[in-house]
């Protein structure tokens, strides 16, 4: 349990060799989630794109991919995250498509009104507030723009509790608990999608106009 609970206390904030090797599992084990995510925004064209609590930096290469004209910041307080990111996207990194920033989504060192779309995979479990947090993504977000939650627990697992107690800060949120820390955020039109047989959750929000 010893070793098991150092390695997954690296999911919170990769560091060192546990935490590479934890940030390479990230990039595999959440694509398929993360990929899922990725279509309740096909009908949007954002030109700036947050990526916060980037990880192993898989998600930040998908949405240069699929976002093409796009320029996108990478944000972990890891290090090894943010590391990994630049590495990963090393060509976007060189051309200016992609910039990588170590910081706390609490308090994020980005401009206002910045981003038309800012997402956040299989990261929010760890946030503190969450409505602190997600405030700050509305700060840095232009009025209408997008925020975009992606989970692989919906809070309705009985099986997840397991995890509580090998990873520290971990909490599990429900769709409808989420919803609320984003409309006292001040988000509006926060719509809700799951794929129910595997726990999946992703909120779409957006900014007041």
Partial sequence: MGLMKSYFGNTRKPSGILGKMMLSGMNREHAAVSDWGLTHIDDLHPQTIAELGCGGGRNAAALLQRFPS????????????????????????????????????SHMPLDDGSF?????FETVYFWPGPTKSFAEVSRILKPGGIFLIVNESDGTDPGDEKWKGIIDGLEIYTADELGGYLREAGFAGVRVDQEKERHWLCLRAQKQQ
């Fill in 116 to 120: 038309d779309l800012a997402c956040a």
């Fill in 70 to 105: 796009s320029q996108v910041v990478a944000l972990d307080y890891s290090e090894e995250a943010v590391q990994k990111t630049a590495d990963l996207n090393r060509d976007a990194v060189a051309s200016g498509r992609c910039r990588t920033v170590q910081g706390d989504v």
